[in-house]
């Protein structure tokens, strides 16, 4: 009675299947909600950022429901479209951010059928969308003949500049101290866009696993033995990276200094997921309404004094193991 159980990395072949008709219909769907949702960063002020960070989605819930060739005609057509609309638009250089997005969602979606755990999820597909920045990043130092940091620099000045100058127009609020002061940030934002890039990757790519675990697990309810995200850890060891970013910072070298913050923003990001794998935990335990905890997390991840609490309470986590009394609760 009932079915034997799954191995780890067995890959399911008995999902559900639908009607040609249907598939196409779905196919379609999916290719058209990528699309407008990596788009909508154009179009949609505000919420359009954070619409767009859902773009690998689509992909990873037609990966997960479609079996050989089949799984990987959305993410192909999303592609195609995709970037036939942005050479269209005149932004042709939109296109390797969109095959990064799709590419996280393709390995979403694999690792999902898979059973991968999520840190295993969360760190292989990241790799694509900072592989592909990296590698353009390197192409544009060569173009640029090692100028890329002074033109980025100076890109920003300039955008700073035409912001603060429009806000004025008309306005009684004084906007040339605060130019002032943005622009003196200039530098240091740039020196930690690596850090800014791999910390923004690691977060699109935890809130898309979030939503293949709400809309896949139906189609694919082996998924991890249905590992629960609220007891996940990281690495106890990565706890020494975090002792060496922080000497870093305290040598005398300021490529050591650079490298050091840019560890520690990264890190950072890493212990924020403990942190509110802890909350969530505790949110599980005490039967927590659910709009109270859209708003908790609401406020975490907008505000930034209480996310770096949420992250330090994730990095003490390796030496206190709040959750060690409750595993089982």
């Known amino acids: 009675m009932g079915e034997p159980l799954l191995e780890m990395n067995e890959i399911r072949e008995d999902l559900p299947v639908r009607g040609t008709g249907g598939e ?40 997960v429901r479609r079996n050989g060739a089949r799984a990987w005609i959305v993410p192909g057509c999303s592609l195609v479209l995709g970037a036939g609309m942005l050479v269209a638009l005149g932004l042709p250089e ?72 429009q806000l004025g127009t008309g306005s009684p609020v004084k906007t040339e101290d605060m130019g002032k002061d943005l622009l003196e940030m200039v530098p240091i934002v740039v020196s930690m866009m690596p850090g800014i890039l791999i910390s923004c990757t690691l977060m699109i790519s935890w809130v898309n696993l979030l939503v293949c675990r709400r809309y896949c697990r139906g189609a694919a309810g082996y998924f991890g033995g249905e590992e629960r995200l609220c007891l996940w850890k990281s690495p106890e060891h990565l706890v020494w ?36 794998a802890i909350v969530a935990f505790f949110f599980e335990r005490w039967r927590v309404p659910l709009f109270v905890r859209g708003f908790v997390y609401a406020v975490f991840f907008l505000g930034r004094v209480v996310s770096m609490g949420v992250a330090v309470l994730g990095l003490f986590d390796v030496w206190f193991d709040f959750r060690k009394h409750n595993k089982q609760a």
């Open 241 to 276: 990276a975090v002792i060496a970013g922080g000497v870093m910072l305290l040598v005398p070298s300021s490529g050591l200094k650079l490298f050091g913050s840019n560890l520690i923003l990264v890190l950072g990001t890493v212990y924020f997921f403990q942190g509110l």
């Open 24 to 63: 196409i219909k779905e196919a379609l769907y999916l290719t058209v909600i990528t699309v407008g949702l990596f788009l909508s960063i154009l179009f949609v002020p505000v919420a359009g950022f954070f619409l767009s960070m859902l773009t690998p989605a689509p992909t990873a819930v037609a990966i």
């Open 94 to 165: 939109s296109v390797p951010y969109l095959f990064g997005l799709i590419g996280m969602g393709a390995v979403l979606g694999s690792g999902f059928r898979r059973g991968w755990p999520a840190g295993k999820l969360v760190g292989l597909s990241s790799l694509v969308v900072i592989g592909v920045a990296a590698l353009f990043a390197l192409v544009g130092f060569i173009q640029t003949r090692g100028q890329m940091v002074h033109l980025l620099e100076q890109d920003m000045r300039d955008v700073i500049t035409a912001a603060m100058k």
